[in-house]
Structures are given as structure tokens and as C-alpha cells.
């Protein structure tokens, strides 16, 4: 039924070509969307523009992509809120063209905004969408009883949700799309509007929950997709631009270490540095008072990687600075 997507060698997204890393052999796609298209009948917008791509058993993947780029279209049409206009998507093996009724029984959706009734309590939430999804009656309080304490809401459990704060609201919506044992997971931005304790609360959620469930994660946060995601995909006016690990892409794409240096005075003439060893090559990427940013060339991140991702380097730069600091790339969007 799946058939392989073949890999594309990495090249830049505007070209048209996009960096794909190898997909591992031994695991199970819970998902996969197979040249998937869907045009909007009203400006003839094309929204996905033959979207191809695999989500695995076990992982988190992180769906990454500007405003329009096609996200909440692409998990409107895996949730059955849109139909496709043409290309399909399996999950757990069932086409979403013909078989979604059974794919719900096992599917698992948080929107962007909060579905919550103001008038029904914490457990009754929980007890309510269990008993939606067919879970039966008396295995519903095993699960209202794991949710509350995996939320960190026992103290609220009889709590009507119109007096829970905005991240405990969040984080029970959240929770919501697990309850009766959903496999495939698709959260819109799960962490919009929190504050950080209860951003910290909903990564923890999801690191446990993960196993044997297939998780999409869409995510304006990079810190987010980095930490959480087992793959990253980013996607760009309805096409797919690179997927692939967080080391994957750092590699592929970046360009490697980033040193920063304060200077004692504010004499930032310096446009390059090396090491002692002068096996790494440093560019002037940005300048602030007091401040010089240097990206690590290619050469030398290729270098680098030998020592593995959290080796220290030992710096003596030509020049008289106070304080320097290396950091390993992050990602940026």
C-alpha cells in the first residue's frame, strides 16, 4: 500500500529540489501523504501543492512553515475537516478518501483554540470524549484518573474549565487528544498563548505519551521542534522544502557553530578568526555595541563534527577580547 518516497538530494528550496534525509527502514510510518493537493474553490488558491511525506510510529514530528504555508490545511485534510482535491493520505494503513470513519476510532486532534464547554468539569471533559471514542464504561475512570494526574489537575478535577487558567486549559486540551488510546496524534500548535511553566508541562506530556503513537506537532516555537521532535518537516507554499532530523538539517543546512565575543572597547573591525589550531574559520555574521557574532564556515564544521555535538573547543583568537563563547548552531526559520 505505502510506496517509498524517493530520496532527493539537498539542494535549495527555491530551486525546487529539497533535502531529504533517509528514511529508517525499521519503523512504521503511522501516516503517509501521497502527492496530496487541495485547492480552494473560492480566489482558486492552491493550498498544498503535492505534498508528499511520511510520519513515523513512536516520534514526534515537528511540522514547521510560515503563515499559509499549507500546515493547518495539510491536518484539516488528515482530521477529515477537507476533503483533498486530488492525492490521498494513509493512516494506520486506511485511505482518509474512503475509510476515516474507522480512522477516527483511533485519531486524536487539538485545533489551535481550546474546545472546552464552559459548564462541564475537569473529569467530566475526559469522561466525555473517552466514552466519544467508544472507550468502555468501566475503563473510563483508569483514564480519567491518569489524564488528571499526567496534567497535573487533581487538585481541579472537579473544577468547571471556565475557572482553569489559560495553560491549565491548554494543557487538558492537550491531554484530550490521547484520551482512548489514539495512535495518530495531530496537535495545531499546542503551546500557543502559555506561559512557560505550562509549556514546560505540555513537553513533558508529549515526551510521555509518545511511545507507540505517531505525533505531528505544528510549531511557530524552533526551540520547540528541536527539543521535541524526533524529525522535522518544513514545508513552504504547499510544498515540501526539507525533512529530516535536527542534526540532519543543522548539518545539511547550517553552517555549523556560531562563536560570539564582547569586546573591551567597541573597535569591531575583525571580519574573520581562527582557532590555535587553525583547522576552523569564523565569518562576521552580525555586530552589535560591544558585540561581534561569527558563523563557523562549512570546512569547519565538517572538521568539528568528529568530536561529536558537545565537544569543547579551546579558542586562542588574535585579538583582545574580554569574553567568547561558542554555541552549536540552532535552528532558524
Known amino acids: ?66 503563515n499559509g504555508a499549507g ?8 482530521t477529515g475537516l477537507f476533503p483533498p482535491t486530488s492525492g490521498t493520505a494513509y493512516i494506520l494503513g486506511k485511505d482518509i478518501r474512503s475509510e476515516l470513519s474507522t480512522i477516527r476510532q483511533n485519531l486524536g486532534v487539538c485545533p ?40 497535573g489537575l487533581p487538585h481541579k478535577r472537579n473544577s468547571r474549565t471556565s475557572t482553569l487558567s489559560g495553560g491549565m486549559q491548554r494543557k487538558l486540551s492537550v491531554a484530550l487528544a490521547f484520551v482512548g488510546g489514539s495512535k495518530v496524534v495531530i496537535l495545531d500548535e499546542p503551546t500557543a498563548g502559555v506561559d512557560p511553566y505550562a509549556r514546560r508541562g ?14 505531528i506537532l505544528s510549531t511557530h516555537h524552533m526551540d ?20 529530516g532530523s535536527s542534526l540532519f538539517l543543522k548539518t545539511q543546512l547550517g553552517t555549523g557553530y556560531y562563536l560570539t565575543l564582547v569586546k573591551r572597547d567597541y573597535d569591531l573591525t575583525l571580519q574573520s578568526c581562527r582557532n590555535s589550531a587553525s583547522t576552523v574559520s569564523y565569518s562576521k555574521k552580525t555586530e552589535k555595541v560591544g558585540r561581534l557574532q561569527y558563523d ?23 585579538t583582545e577580547q574580554d569574553k567568547h563563547l561558542l554555541n552549536s548552531l540552532k535552528l532558524h526559520f
Open 112 to 151: 489551535q483554540h481550546n474546545v472546552l464547554f464552559s459548564m462541564l468539569t475537569v473529569e467530566e471533559h475526559i469522561w466525555f470524549y473517552a466514552r466519544l471514542k467508544g472507550l468502555p464504561e468501566e475503563k473510563v475512570k483508569a483514564e480519567m484518573e491518569q489524564i488528571v494526574n499526567d496534567v
Open 202 to 215: 505540555i513537553w513533558d506530556l508529549l515526551l510521555k505519551y509518545r511511545q507507540g503513537r505517531t505525533i
Open 1 to 66: 500500500m505505502y510506496q517509498a518516497v524517493s530520496r532527493i538530494v539537498c539542494g535549495h528550496p527555491e530551486g525546487g529540489a529539497v533535502c531529504i534525509e533517509e528514511e529508517p527502514g525499521h519503523i512504521d510510518p503511522g501516516v503517509y501523504i501521497e502527492n496530496l493537493v487541495k485547492v480552494y474553490s473560492h480566489g482558486n488558491k492552491l493550498a498544498v501543492d503535492g505534498l508528499s511525506l511520511k510520519f513515523y510510529e513512536g516520534q514526534i514530528t515537528s511540522f514547521l512553515g510560515h
Open 71 to 78: 500546515k493547518t490545511t495539510t491536518m484539516s485534510i488528515l
Open 296 to 318: 563557523q564556515l562549512r570546512q569547519g564544521c565538517q572538521t568539528q563534527s568528529h568530536k561529536g555535538p558537545k565537544s569543547k573547543t579551546h579558542l586562542r583568537l588574535q
Open 224 to 243: 520547540e521542534a528541536d527539543i521535541l521532535g524526533d524529525r522535522i518537516a518544513i514545508i513552504s507554499h504547499g510544498k515540501l522544502c526539507c525533512v
